[in-house]
């Protein structure tokens, strides 16, 4: 199997409004149930973060959206580049918020300002090794406790939006079930987008079934 690669350069990076726009996600899994916290998913939900060189924070992975993506493909890349995971992505996004970049100003255009799409994604598989593992370590943490580790304020209201999203679509959609990540065969309520990646209609609204892209094979399947 060929190696993956991350992409580098900022050639296809998209901007509006003078902002570099980003995309990412929280990956995030269902803990077993102990027999203590049945009912309580809070206590049974985990999120994966990732580190930052010579930093003691987290964050969850994102990066720069590119012309040649949907901010869904980017997502699905991003994750894939920091974490080495792949997984469901939740097709409408958790929000979307304006930020400066603390430490790196000068990537995300000559303001220093960012806009960020995020989503929350059901991880599937870890890989052993991802294309930045020299950069990047990777921990599965409690939701409670991530919002002390997040670096950025507006992450930590993305991870407040993660918590409402969960909740209100419901505790029997959190499978606890492994998901074998998309492959060859495909029902007909889907639509492959990419390898590493699926993109899961919203049950809280009509589901929306459309073609993405091919690069990265994200399927969409329906509700």
Not at 82 to 93: D, F, R, T
Not at 151 to 162: G, I, T, V
């Amino acid at each position: 199997m060929a190696s993956l690669l991350a992409r580098t350069g900022r050639h296809r990076q998209r901007y509006k409004d003078n902002l570099r726009l980003v995309s990412g996600c929280i990956p995030y899994r269902l803990a077993k149930d102990d027999g203590v916290h049945n009912n309580d998913l809070e206590s049974r939900l985990e999120v994966l973060m990732i580190s930052l060189p010579n930093r003691d924070d987290l964050v969850f992975p994102k990066g720069g959206w590119e012309d040649d993506e949907t901010v869904e493909e980017a997502a699905c890349r991003e994750v894939l580049e920091e974490a080495g995971v792949k997984g469901i992505l939740k097709e409408n996004h958790l929000g979307v918020w304006d930020f400066r970049s603390k430490s790196r100003q000068e990537i995300c255009s000559l303001e220093g300002g960012c806009r960020g799409y995020m989503f929350a994604l059901q991880v599937t598989e870890e890989l052993e090794t991802w294309p930045e593992q020299e950069n990047h370590d990777r921990k599965w943490i409690y939701v409670k406790e991530a919002f002390k580790f997040c670096r950025y304020e507006w992450m930590r209201r993305a991870l407040n939006e993660f918590l409402e999203v969960m909740d209100e679509e419901g505790k029997h959609e959190m499978r606890e079930d492994v998901v074998e990540p998309c492959r060859v065969a495909v029902s007909d309520e889907c639509q492959i987008m990419s390898t590493n990646c699926c993109v899961k209609a919203s049950s809280t609204q009509h589901p929306n079934i459309r073609p993405v892209g091919a690069q990265f094979g994200i399927m969409l399947p329906g509700i």
